[in-house]
């Protein structure tokens, strides 16, 4: 009978054990990342009952072990993140569940741990203990909230962390296979994997934070440079505007006595010199909208230089609801990649470019010619720029701001133009 009691509080435990698992992969993965959430509560379902059965029925270690870590990594299947993540994901979340099971397995008296035995542990009180605490370990872990950036951790980095869980769980494996070890040396040692645990979580979380600042700081010098350049454009044209000024008397003086002479060949042609002083400072790009203009004409500030037709048509208002921040890495990121394409043509460089406003919607498409060459890593269009690391922060930072706005990119492709359309909603 006790048996049964035992099982039953076991099972109505799980559910709260594995809602505690839910909340734990929640520091990992950012909430907007979920996938369809009938799959995501389906998975946790099956997981519940995997674990249930096998708890009851089998209840060997070993078994329970690598079920654990395999149905762990299923359930990181239900939100958006490299294998890399996953993996430091599956073995950190198991390694801190395990030692916190173990630590008050042995504080009620059961010693008798043996990973290839079946586990006769039947402590109702231990197992209530075990998921209250384990919960209360995840409240404290989730103050953590840059881990959930962690898949711009380098891979050297996230090799070495990953080295101490999978090393830590080593370790714990091979004291539970040596007999006749004190039941003190196995709960220090325990705990001391427990404390090496919430280390390396502190530590992947400081690495993250480095790690982001470090790339707003890129960000930052980047739009900085930005805004030197249309300052000087916009200096550039105000000297202009002052000598035009200085000299109009002459130029009007000028322009009468060919008039009255009906010199209107020359006329067009002087009227066209001074034209061309204006438009020569004012930049490709001059709507109003300082980021944008900025942007657009530090790119493509030596297009002419380079034999590069541009076509732009702008159509924005001076002011749009979107952080400078999100427009460098989008806008910042297409020009560069088209940019890298053209350069590499010898003849037939250009770049089209049109950005519209239209009733909350922000609507870019830029075409480009190119050399016909894609360079795709699993499945997904990279760029073939030879500084991968520094060139812009790549499409799939584009991707991941276009996440915070519902928005949609497109890429389109023939033998020699490639096309890029991308929107955003904005309020």
Known sequence: MSIDIYNSIYIF???????????????????????????????????????????????????LLISNLGLFLMLTLNYKGSFKKRFLTTFLIYLTLMCIEMIIVLSTGYFKLDLLIRNDYESILGIIIIRIVSYFVVLI???????????????TYWLCILIIPIGTLYLLITIFMVSGLASVTIFMSIALVL??????????????????????????????KYYE???????????????????????????????????NEEVLEYLSGVIK????????????????????????????KEKIAVNIDLNIPRELNIPSFDIT????????NALNAVKKLEKDRYIDIKIKYTKGRLIVKIDNSFDGIIIKEKGKIITSHRDK????????????????????IEFKYDSNIFHTALLMFVE
């Open 13 to 63: 435990s799980n559910i709260f054990m594995t809602y505690t698992i839910y909340k734990f992969m929640k520091i990992f993965y950012v909430k907007e990342n979920t996938n369809k959430k009938a799959i995501e509560i389906g998975s946790y379902i099956i997981y519940f009952i995997a674990i249930t059965i096998l708890h009851i029925f089998v209840k060997i270690p070993i078994i």
């Open 141 to 155: 872990i989730g103050s953590y909230k840059n881990i959930r950036q962690g898949d711009i951790v380098p891979n």
């Open 195 to 224: 404390f090496i645990n919430f280390a390396t979580f502190y530590l992947y979380d400081e690495i993250s934070r480095i790690l982001s600042e470090e790339k707003d700081k890129i960000l930052m010098q980047q739009q900085n």
């Open 229 to 263: 350049k249309q300052l000087e454009l916009m200096r550039a044209s105000l000297k202009s505007i002052k000598t035009i000024k200085h000299d109009l008397k002459n130029h009007m003086t000028s322009l009468y006595a060919l008039v009255e002479e009906n010199k």
């Open 277 to 304: 002083v204006f438009n020569n400072n004012e930049g490709l790009a001059s709507t109003g909208n300082t980021v944008i203009d900025s942007i657009i004409n530090f790119k493509l500030r030596e297009v002419e």
């Open 329 to 336: 890495i989008i806008l910042g990121n297409l020009l560069d």
């Open 389 to 408: 690391t520094n060139h812009g922060l790549g499409l799939e930072s584009v991707k991941t701001v276009l996440e915070k706005y519902n928005g949609l």
